[in-house]
């Protein structure tokens, strides 16, 4: 082989390379976040408030809620 021939070899082993490095690092935090939720992640304690809010307010047949849970938010 030619050294040009070698050095655009050499190229597109790189380039490849950087392209498969961040397409393994991508696919390792979207695993690493949906692990996360899968694992059950409780809802913040703002949403835990509107969502007590939102189910109060529904209906006036509501008298009270007892417990409210949340998670994958």
Sequence with gaps: MS?????AVSLLTDF??????????AWTRTIYLQFCLLAGKSASHEFLQLLTYKAMTFSDAI??????RAYHV
């Design 16 to 25: 490849t390379t950087k392209i498969a490095a961040g397409v393994i690092l």
């Design 3 to 7: 050294l040009l021939a070698l050095q």
């Design 63 to 68: 008298e009270k809620i007892d417990t409210i």
